[in-house]
């Protein structure tokens, strides 16, 4: 059966990818759903005031939960059995540690429809995931950027 991880950072967007791997699994795919996220690293000045690792581990975990509650409401909902793993670092590189890790066969991630020229100036997580990643990467488009993106390509 397939292993899918769906990347949460507790965004609409990534909701999209949510509910992308919902469609796919209402439509008959056989697959196990987990839920990634991604906390980045405690700044300085929290590790300097806060003085306790654990104290800072321990939010961040909490945290994470807190921002993956949207996503495990709409699998709940739909009867979908998931997982959850929850990460410390670079958002594109731990995703990509963590497909390997729960040994997903494919990794979904909601991302902002950017063009060429800002995604190139800007950076993207999703981009890096699927240029790094072992696996197939899916990169869910969110659907209003996508109707304009087509309603765009209508004008010419």
Known sequence: ??????????SELSLDGVRHTLQWLQQGLQ???VLAHVQEPASLYELVTSRDPDLIAAASVEAGEHLLAPARALLEAAGVAYETDIGLGDPAHTLVDMAERNGADMVVIGAKGHGAL??????????EVARAC????TI?????????????????
């Open 134 to 137: 072992a696996v197939p990467v």
């Open 31 to 33: 697959a196990t759903v």
């Open 1 to 10: 059966m397939l292993k899918i991880l769906v990347a949460v950072d507790g």
């Open 140 to 156: 869910v488009k969110h659907l209003q950027d996508a109707l304009v993106d087509g309603d765009a390509e209508g004008d010419d």
């Open 118 to 127: 800002s995604s190139a100036l800007l950076g993207s997580v999703s981009q």
